[in-house]
RNA sequence: GGAGAGAUGGCUGAGCGGUCGAAAGCGCCCGCCUCGAAAGCGGGUAGGCGCAUGACGCGCCUCUCGGGUUCGAAUCCCGAUCUCUCCGCCA
């Protein structure tokens, strides 16, 4: 959410940036709502001044003076009323819109679709195969590391099981994730996978994301697509101190989606599911541009760092604005290099919001001089699991249809350096 | 799941339908005192919205939330939510 007076003063920033990201969003309508409210406002806000004057005055009068004036607020206070009734219409709406004004992408954003994402940085050189390449599929069948008809059979398409050291790879991941940010001063935190509509709203996923989410009606709750959504709302509602910023949390949580929309997309295999795990930065800091832009650099680099930590090769990329969420402001994916792909696939995320998150969660600080100001919030990937399995997999095969398993996750698997087929 | 009790400012806790945005205490901040500190004394200490913005400011709303009664509600009525206690169940 953006600011009220900033949309008023700034409406063609607003359509350039709605239009930058594809985004339908009626601005001149929410101008015109905004005029109303306040001019309703004034009149509202005149009459109970004029009821709470007459109010003191009848509560000292007696008699026929008293029994006259209580027939004339009568009147009033059936108008103030009316008038309220409107007011709260006319903010309805205009909080409709308000939830869907998009943040202006940043300068350096480059405008367009996919095709628009400028590759910043690469790092490693994809593997040269001598041997024919097995895709993670065919690796984790003779592994026996991945069991996908049973979790079509049990849970349906999209589903599976991770078992043996796949599944131990699996949580080696996410704990030498979670281990590299504890020990850069994050703060773990385990979150509720299962949200509140506000939550949902608060971090910018509602409206707009309702089919993507997995809901469960009988308690109106929502099962998060990421525990940035249960991390941001942490603090909703609540005013910090500016000295115990900015905050770095590290959640871990299972994560849900229904890629809507996306049949036929990204079948094979474990790449595209609706339901994985996920190691996650948030920070939440003062309401400074700088100061965002370098806990972004933070997070950004902290991730680059584990994918590097994995030996995995990987480019960094700026995210287009026709493919960036409604309230980030720039956006960088981490792609690894994923041999059965023959290409690079997603494997982190990298947003920043300026206030919009915060605004929309009622999320703010009082600065050293007493004012009161909404944060600055931000989120990345730390792992993202087992989407990261499948370039371990690939990467590491080995012409037997064998795996290495990368230095850094040994210490978490008993030392295991290869996992090999099982006869 | 069943039964009962309760939700007031950062916290504790008063509050007759008008004089209550709200007593008192604690905490915190600023002064005085002191070599310094404690104690003591004096003062200050919620958020949102609108108008005005050179500054001081003026008005409206908020006593969990939503609705109702009333000229007027923290106080009365209804509903929701949450918390606590007891019972049952349970990883």
Redesign the pocket.
């Known amino acids: 959410m953006l600011d ?2 900033y949309i008023r003063e700034h409406p063609e920033e607003i359509k350039q940036a709605a239009a930058k990201k594809r985004l339908d969003v009626d601005v001149d309508r929410l101008l015109a709502l905004d005029v109303e409210r ?1 001019t309703l ?2 009149e ?3 009459l ?2 004029k ?6 005055r ?2 000292k009068l007696v008699g026929e003076e008293k029994a006259r004036a ?1 027939a004339e ?2 009147e009033a ?1 059936a108008r103030e009323k009316e008038l309220a009734a409107t007011l ?1 219409e006319v903010e309805a709406e205009l909080e409709r819109l308000l939830l869907l004004v998009p943040s202006p992408p940043a300068p350096d954003v480059p405008e367009g679709d996919e095709s628009a994402n400028v590759v910043i940085r690469t790092w490693g050189t994809p593997r040269e195969f001598d041997f024919p390449l097995r895709d993670h599929v065919e690796l984790a069948e003779l592994l026996d590391l991945i069991d996908i008809p049973r979790g079509v059979k049990v849970a349906g398409t999209r589903f599976y099981y991770l078992k043996n050291e796949g599944a131990l790879l699996h949580w080696a991941v996410c704990r030498f994730a979670l281990d590299h940010l504890v020990r850069k001063g994050f703060t773990p935190i385990y979150v509720p996978v299962l949200v509140k509509r506000e939550a949902m709203v608060g971090t910018g996923y509602f409206p707009g994301g309702e089919e993507q989410a997995y809901k469960i009606p009988e308690d109106d709750l929502f099962l998060v697509g990421t525990a940035e959504v249960s991390l941001c709302a942490y603090h909703a509602d609540e ?1 910090l101190a500016e000295d115990e910023l900015p905050r770095h949390y590290v959640g871990y949580s299972s994560c849900f989606r229904r890629e809507a929309g996306t049949y036929g997309k990204d079948t094979r295999g474990i790449y595209r599911i609706h339901q994985f795990d996920k190691v996650e930065q948030v920070v939440i800091c003062r309401n400074d541009v700088e100061e965002s832009i370098r806990e972004q650099d933070f997070i950004q680099e902290n991730a680059e760092e584990i994918v590097r930590a994995l030996g995995l090769p990987h480019r960094v990329v700026v995210v287009a604005t026709a493919e960036m969420g409604q309230g980030q402001v720039k956006k960088y994916d981490i792609e690894t290099w994923m041999p059965g792909r023959g290409g690079y696939g997603e494997t982190h995320s990298c947003s920043r919001f300026y206030d919009f998150q915060a605004r929309r969660l009622n999320l ?1 600080y ?1 600065t050293k001089e007493g004012e ?1 100001k909404f944060c600055h919030t931000l989120n990345n990937t730390a792992i993202a699991s087992p989407r990261i399995l499948i370039a371990i997999l690939e990467n590491y095969q080995q012409a037997d249809g064998s795996v290495v398993v990368p230095e850094v996750l040994r210490p978490y698997l008993g030392g295991m350096e290869v996992i090999r087929p099982k006869r």
Request: proline fraction near 0%.
């Open positions: 009220l007076a306040r406002i004034k509202v806000e005149a109970r001044a009821k709470n004057a007459a109010s003191d009848i509560a209580i607020m009568r206070s709260k005013i703010r009082r009161i």
